[in-house]
Protein backbone atom coordinates (compact mmCIF):
# COMPACT_ATOMS: atom_id res chain seq x y z
CA UNK A 1 0.00 0.00 0.00
CA UNK A 2 1.56 3.71 -0.88
CA UNK A 3 0.13 7.20 -0.88
CA UNK A 4 0.87 9.20 -3.21
CA UNK A 5 0.40 13.07 -3.04
CA UNK A 6 0.54 15.31 -5.90
CA UNK A 7 2.79 18.13 -5.44
CA UNK A 8 2.86 19.74 -9.05
CA UNK A 9 4.00 19.92 -12.48
CA UNK A 10 5.79 16.80 -11.93
CA UNK A 11 6.47 16.38 -8.22
CA UNK A 12 5.42 13.49 -6.43
CA UNK A 13 5.55 12.22 -2.96
CA UNK A 14 4.72 8.30 -2.69
CA UNK A 15 4.36 7.85 1.44
CA UNK A 16 5.33 3.70 2.24
CA UNK A 17 5.73 2.25 5.22
CA UNK A 18 9.35 3.04 6.18
CA UNK A 19 10.26 5.16 3.48
CA UNK A 20 8.54 8.42 1.73
CA UNK A 21 9.96 8.72 -1.92
CA UNK A 22 10.14 12.38 -3.38
CA UNK A 23 9.98 13.43 -7.10
CA UNK A 24 11.36 16.70 -9.04
CA UNK A 25 9.77 18.65 -6.21
CA UNK A 26 9.82 22.05 -7.86
CA UNK A 27 7.62 23.72 -4.56
CA UNK A 28 9.14 22.20 -1.88
CA UNK A 29 6.72 24.63 0.68
CA UNK A 30 3.60 22.20 -0.33
CA UNK A 31 4.71 19.01 0.81
CA UNK A 32 6.31 18.59 4.49
CA UNK A 33 7.61 14.87 4.35
CA UNK A 34 6.89 12.91 8.09
CA UNK A 35 9.90 12.74 10.12
CA UNK A 36 9.28 9.05 11.21
CA UNK A 37 9.96 7.87 7.92
CA UNK A 38 13.13 7.58 5.97
CA UNK A 39 13.59 10.29 3.25
CA UNK A 40 14.56 9.72 -0.32
CA UNK A 41 14.73 12.59 -2.86
CA UNK A 42 15.15 12.44 -6.36
CA UNK A 43 15.63 15.13 -8.66
CA UNK A 44 15.91 14.03 -12.47
CA UNK A 45 18.32 17.35 -13.62
CA UNK A 46 18.82 20.74 -13.01
CA UNK A 47 15.56 22.55 -14.79
CA UNK A 48 13.82 24.86 -12.44
CA UNK A 49 10.42 22.98 -12.97
CA UNK A 50 12.17 19.51 -11.69
CA UNK A 51 15.06 20.63 -9.26
CA UNK A 52 14.69 23.70 -6.29
CA UNK A 53 17.88 23.62 -4.34
CA UNK A 54 15.23 24.39 -1.03
CA UNK A 55 14.41 20.20 -1.06
CA UNK A 56 18.35 20.14 0.64
CA UNK A 57 17.07 21.99 3.58
CA UNK A 58 15.33 18.58 4.67
CA UNK A 59 18.23 16.91 5.18
CA UNK A 60 18.55 19.45 8.30
CA UNK A 61 14.98 19.97 8.76
CA UNK A 62 13.08 16.52 8.48
CA UNK A 63 15.98 13.95 9.02
CA UNK A 64 19.94 14.02 8.78
CA UNK A 65 19.69 10.51 7.12
CA UNK A 66 17.80 11.93 4.05
CA UNK A 67 19.18 10.80 0.93
CA UNK A 68 19.41 12.78 -2.68
CA UNK A 69 19.74 10.56 -6.02
CA UNK A 70 19.84 12.95 -8.85
CA UNK A 71 20.69 13.56 -12.64
CA UNK A 72 24.34 14.36 -13.26
CA UNK A 73 24.13 17.67 -14.98
CA UNK A 74 22.88 19.35 -11.28
CA UNK A 75 26.15 20.09 -10.12
CA UNK A 76 26.77 21.36 -6.26
CA UNK A 77 29.96 21.99 -4.55
CA UNK A 78 30.56 22.63 -0.86
CA UNK A 79 31.28 26.40 -1.55
CA UNK A 80 28.18 27.07 -3.41
CA UNK A 81 25.90 25.45 -0.70
CA UNK A 82 27.59 27.35 1.55
CA UNK A 83 27.45 30.45 -0.07
CA UNK A 84 23.37 29.53 0.48
CA UNK A 85 23.39 28.83 3.94
CA UNK A 86 23.47 25.22 3.53
CA UNK A 87 25.61 22.44 5.30
CA UNK A 88 28.74 21.10 2.64
CA UNK A 89 28.07 17.78 4.33
CA UNK A 90 24.43 16.86 2.30
CA UNK A 91 26.70 16.38 -0.62
CA UNK A 92 28.18 12.84 1.41
CA UNK A 93 24.24 12.26 0.97
CA UNK A 94 24.26 12.53 -2.46
CA UNK A 95 24.26 10.44 -5.45
CA UNK A 96 24.65 12.22 -9.08
CA UNK A 97 23.62 9.33 -11.49
CA UNK A 98 23.79 9.31 -15.52
CA UNK A 99 21.63 7.59 -18.03
CA UNK A 100 22.52 3.67 -17.82
CA UNK A 101 22.93 3.76 -14.17
CA UNK A 102 22.50 1.19 -11.36
CA UNK A 103 22.54 1.85 -7.43
CA UNK A 104 22.16 -0.72 -5.04
CA UNK A 105 21.67 -0.61 -1.59
CA UNK A 106 21.81 -4.24 -0.61
CA UNK A 107 21.59 -3.09 3.44
CA UNK A 108 18.54 -1.45 3.17
CA UNK A 109 17.20 -3.72 0.32
CA UNK A 110 16.55 -0.88 -2.34
CA UNK A 111 17.24 -0.50 -6.11
CA UNK A 112 17.48 2.59 -8.53
CA UNK A 113 18.29 2.44 -12.58
CA UNK A 114 18.01 5.18 -14.66
CA UNK A 115 17.39 6.10 -18.42
CA UNK A 116 18.91 8.54 -20.63
CA UNK A 117 16.19 11.31 -20.52
CA UNK A 118 15.44 12.90 -24.06
CA UNK A 119 15.67 16.58 -23.13
CA UNK A 120 18.43 16.25 -19.84
CA UNK A 121 19.03 14.41 -17.00
CA UNK A 122 17.65 11.05 -16.22
CA UNK A 123 14.37 9.37 -15.91
CA UNK A 124 14.08 6.77 -12.28
CA UNK A 125 13.05 3.32 -11.75
CA UNK A 126 13.09 2.46 -8.57
CA UNK A 127 12.74 -1.24 -6.48
CA UNK A 128 11.91 -0.54 -2.73
CA UNK A 129 9.69 -2.25 0.16
CA UNK A 130 8.72 -4.57 -2.70
CA UNK A 131 7.21 -1.99 -5.55
CA UNK A 132 8.60 -0.94 -8.51
CA UNK A 133 7.88 3.25 -9.08
CA UNK A 134 8.65 4.72 -12.70
CA UNK A 135 9.57 8.15 -13.08
CA UNK A 136 10.03 9.79 -16.55
CA UNK A 137 11.49 13.19 -15.63
CA UNK A 138 11.89 14.73 -19.09
CA UNK A 139 11.80 11.41 -20.82
CA UNK A 140 9.14 11.97 -23.46
CA UNK A 141 8.80 11.65 -27.28
CA UNK A 142 9.15 15.66 -27.33
CA UNK A 143 7.16 16.68 -30.30
CA UNK A 144 7.69 20.24 -31.59
CA UNK A 145 6.06 21.38 -34.62
CA UNK A 146 8.34 24.46 -35.35
CA UNK A 147 11.21 21.80 -35.72
CA UNK A 148 12.09 20.52 -38.55
CA UNK A 149 10.99 16.65 -39.98
CA UNK A 150 14.35 15.39 -39.33
CA UNK A 151 14.49 16.90 -35.14
CA UNK A 152 10.95 15.38 -34.49
CA UNK A 153 12.51 11.61 -36.20
CA UNK A 154 15.60 11.72 -34.17
CA UNK A 155 13.39 12.64 -30.67
CA UNK A 156 11.24 9.71 -31.52
CA UNK A 157 13.87 7.10 -32.36
CA UNK A 158 15.80 8.28 -28.96
CA UNK A 159 12.55 7.90 -27.05
CA UNK A 160 11.78 4.59 -28.31
CA UNK A 161 14.99 3.54 -27.67
CA UNK A 162 14.98 4.22 -23.82
CA UNK A 163 11.43 2.98 -23.34
CA UNK A 164 12.36 -0.38 -25.30
CA UNK A 165 15.26 -0.47 -22.93
CA UNK A 166 12.20 -1.34 -20.35
CA UNK A 167 9.64 -3.27 -22.41
CA UNK A 168 7.76 -5.91 -21.14
CA UNK A 169 8.46 -4.98 -17.62
CA UNK A 170 6.15 -3.72 -14.62
CA UNK A 171 6.06 -1.08 -12.86
CA UNK A 172 3.31 -0.67 -10.10
CA UNK A 173 3.82 3.12 -10.13
CA UNK A 174 4.29 5.02 -13.12
CA UNK A 175 4.52 8.84 -13.64
CA UNK A 176 4.68 9.30 -17.30
CA UNK A 177 4.43 12.90 -19.44
CA UNK A 178 1.78 13.92 -20.79
CA UNK A 179 2.46 17.98 -21.86
CA UNK A 180 -0.58 19.70 -24.08
CA UNK A 181 2.04 22.46 -24.96
CA UNK A 182 2.88 19.85 -28.18
CA UNK A 183 -0.33 19.68 -29.40
CA UNK A 184 -0.61 17.22 -32.16
CA UNK A 185 2.00 14.99 -30.48
CA UNK A 186 0.53 15.90 -26.84
CA UNK A 187 -0.32 11.75 -26.56
CA UNK A 188 2.84 10.40 -28.17
CA UNK A 189 5.13 9.35 -25.20
CA UNK A 190 2.57 8.55 -23.28
CA UNK A 191 0.84 6.27 -26.12
CA UNK A 192 4.38 4.55 -26.53
CA UNK A 193 5.48 3.93 -23.29
CA UNK A 194 1.88 2.13 -22.44
CA UNK A 195 2.02 0.26 -25.65
CA UNK A 196 5.66 -1.20 -24.16
CA UNK A 197 5.24 -1.35 -20.43
CA UNK A 198 2.84 -2.36 -18.30
CA UNK A 199 1.99 -0.21 -15.27
CA UNK A 200 -0.75 -0.93 -12.35
CA UNK A 201 -1.40 2.74 -11.79
CA UNK A 202 -0.12 5.34 -14.30
CA UNK A 203 0.13 9.25 -13.27
CA UNK A 204 0.09 11.79 -15.90
CA UNK A 205 2.76 14.92 -15.07
CA UNK A 206 4.35 17.92 -16.65
CA UNK A 207 0.96 19.18 -17.77
CA UNK A 208 1.68 23.10 -16.47
CA UNK A 209 -1.84 22.79 -14.82
CA UNK A 210 -4.01 22.30 -17.84
CA UNK A 211 -5.40 18.87 -16.43
CA UNK A 212 -8.34 18.38 -18.66
CA UNK A 213 -5.66 17.09 -20.74
CA UNK A 214 -5.99 13.83 -18.45
CA UNK A 215 -9.55 13.44 -19.89
CA UNK A 216 -9.14 14.30 -23.48
CA UNK A 217 -6.07 11.64 -23.30
CA UNK A 218 -8.21 8.96 -21.90
CA UNK A 219 -11.22 9.19 -24.96
CA UNK A 220 -8.07 8.51 -27.46
CA UNK A 221 -7.64 5.17 -29.01
CA UNK A 222 -4.96 3.88 -26.97
CA UNK A 223 -6.07 6.12 -23.88
CA UNK A 224 -9.70 4.18 -23.70
CA UNK A 225 -7.60 0.66 -23.37
CA UNK A 226 -6.01 2.07 -20.47
CA UNK A 227 -8.26 4.30 -18.77
CA UNK A 228 -9.10 3.14 -15.51
CA UNK A 229 -5.63 2.41 -14.74
CA UNK A 230 -4.68 6.28 -15.29
CA UNK A 231 -5.23 8.35 -12.58
CA UNK A 232 -7.24 11.61 -12.77
CA UNK A 233 -4.03 13.78 -11.61
CA UNK A 234 -5.94 17.28 -11.53
CA UNK A 235 -5.31 19.18 -8.22
CA UNK A 236 -2.33 20.15 -6.13
CA UNK A 237 -2.19 18.25 -2.75
CA UNK A 238 -4.09 15.56 -4.23
CA UNK A 239 -3.59 11.91 -2.64
CA UNK A 240 -4.31 8.52 -4.40
CA UNK A 241 -4.12 5.10 -2.14
CA UNK A 242 -2.71 2.62 -4.79
Known sequence: ?????????????????????????CVPDIYT???KKQLIVFASHKHQDHFQLKTLQWAEQISKNTRYFVGSDIKLNEKYLERKGMEPSILQRMVRMKGGAVYACAEE????????STDQGVAFLVYIEGISVY??????????EG????????MESAYRKEIDRIAGKTFDIAFVVLDPRLGAGCFFGMDY?????SAKKVFPMHMWDNYDVVGRYKKTCVGKQHAEKIMEVSEINREFFV
Open 1 to 25: MANIIYLHHSGFAVELERYVLIFDD
Open 33 to 35: PPK
Open 193 to 197: FLQKV
Open 135 to 144: HAGDLNHWYW
Open 147 to 154: ESASWNRQ
Open 109 to 116: NFKIETLR
